[in-house]
């Protein structure tokens, strides 16, 4: 068990320039979430998923974002045309659904996005 | 909606003094509660939990109680160490609308001096 992992761990771009963001989860969990956090704010859901099924998705959430789970392992969260304000830190969390499940969400150590 | 409050910071205390960080909720259903620690240049981890009304989560010295009645969740220890300094984020998971969506507050810093 490696624990969540996330790529690029820091991105820096260009307002209007296209970045993705990598996930993957603790290998037997199957459910994954995306996060946005920004400075002294606590964690802002953007989506989650159940296995390869998007559940929810978060009504704040831009159309130019988008989030893919395609095998239902890792996950890929994608800005379209970044913004200035889309800086911030995007978390990656997973958890199982197992009956001995504790309800833990398990953190990657986040991808910090700055827009020029 | 659901959502969770919680005190606002920094907390600045010195070693070994008591700890209460406050958190309240709004939620349908029953959630579990949570306290996340986040440690300086370090990811999100679980700090305790708590699953149902009257539940006691502990850890590290930290504890916390499940108030249905005032809907809380107060985080507390004894007597704080220096290295309890980070950010504490309360949270809970909502089932409510079939789905399984953890919504977090906004964190309170604590600063432990020597």
């Known amino acids: 068990d490696t624990g969540v992992s996330q790529n690029p761990r820091h991105k820096i771009t260009k307002r209007g320039q296209n970045v993705t963001f990598r996930c993957d989860p603790i290998?037997?969990?199957?459910?994954l979430y995306w996060y946005r956090q920004t400075l002294g704010q606590g964690p802002e859901f953007l989506t989650y998923f159940q296995n390869e099924a998007q559940l929810e998705k978060s009504r704040l959430l831009s159309d130019r974002f988008s989030a893919e789970r395609p095998k239902g392992s890792f996950s890929t969260l994608e800005i379209q045309r970044t913004e200035q304000g889309d800086s911030a830190m995007y978390l990656c969390?997973?958890?199982?659904?197992?009956?001995?499940?504790?309800?833990?969400?398990?953190f990657g150590e986040g991808s910090r996005l700055t827009v020029l | 909606g659901d959502s969770v409050t919680q005190m606002e910071g920094p907390v600045t205390l010195s070693e070994e003094a008591f700890l209460t960080i406050n958190c309240t909720y709004t939620?349908?259903?029953?959630?579990?509660l949570f306290w996340y620690v986040q440690y300086p240049g370090e990811g999100l981890q679980l700090l305790l939990k708590a699953t149902k009304a009257d539940d006691k989560g502990s850890n590290k010295g930290f504890e916390a109680t499940y108030r249905k009645e005032t809907t809380s969740f107060h985080l507390e220890k004894g007597s704080v160490q220096v290295s309890d300094s980070a950010v504490y984020f309360c949270?809970?998971?909502?089932?409510?609308?079939?789905?399984?969506?953890?919504?977090f507050g906004t964190g309170t810093r604590l600063k432990v001096l020597a």
């Open positions: 969390a997973s958890s199982s659904t197992e009956v001995s499940n504790t309800g833990e969400l398990f």
């Open positions: 939620a349908t259903g029953y959630p579990s």
């Open positions: 290998s037997e969990h199957n459910r």
């Open positions: 949270a809970l998971l909502t089932t409510s609308s079939g789905t399984y969506k953890y919504i």
